[in-house]
């Protein structure tokens, strides 16, 4: 996908699923009918 929006609404239409920014799925999750999902395995964790 070019851009997490597109790649949101390609998960609300149902065509698969989506690891994004945590950011970026809570912005486009209030307008849209995804769900958040947190991962947490540690290499979902980003390191600082």
């Given at each position: 996908m070019s851009n997490f929006e597109s790649?949101?609404?390609m998960i609300e239409a149902g065509v698969g699923?989506?690891?994004l920014p945590e950011s970026a799925a809570r912005r486009h999750?209030?307008?849209m009918?995804?769900?958040l999902v947190?991962?947490?395995d540690a290499w979902a964790l980003?390191?600082?």
């Open positions: 790649a949101c609404r699923v989506g690891v999750a209030r307008s009918a995804i769900r947190p991962l947490s980003r390191g600082t």
